[in-house]
């Protein structure tokens, strides 16, 4: 049985920063892309960025690079979303997912829990 479990995210200043974990299990991690999507209020699911596991190849939604940035330990089953000058308007669910693509939400067949991660003043 599959697992993504997150954890960080929550109230954060416009400017700050924020960390997001997602710890991954049930699955052979290091042979697993890893991606982060974030839903907002009255949006559609939107890619933020994702890791491969065969390079660790880094992919970027518009506008999020270089404000966002990703990376994995395979050693801990962990991919992690450092995420900083936060924007009210990347106020989301956020979302961790495993997979075999990059950009297309549907090739990811796993999906975390969402957090949720406000950004206000």
């Known amino acids: 049985q599959v697992q993504l479990v997150q954890s960080g995210g929550g109230l954060v200043q416009p400017g700050g920063s924020l960390n997001l974990s997602c710890v991954a299990s049930g699955l052979t991690f290091s042979r697993t892309t890893m991606g982060w999507f974030r839903q907002g209020p009255e949006k559609e699911r939107e890619f933020v960025g994702a890791i491969s596991w065969s390079d660790n190849r880094l992919f970027y939604g518009d506008s999020m690079k270089p404000r966002f940035a990703i990376s994995r330990d395979n050693a801990k089953n962990t991919v992690y979303l450092q995420m900083s000058s936060l924007k009210p308007e990347d106020t989301a669910v956020y979302y961790c997912?495993?997979?075999?693509?990059?950009?297309?939400?549907?090739?990811?067949?796993?999906w975390g829990q969402g957090t949720q991660v406000t950004v206000s003043s």
């Open positions: 997912a495993a997979g075999s693509g990059a950009y297309n939400r549907n090739s990811y067949d796993y």
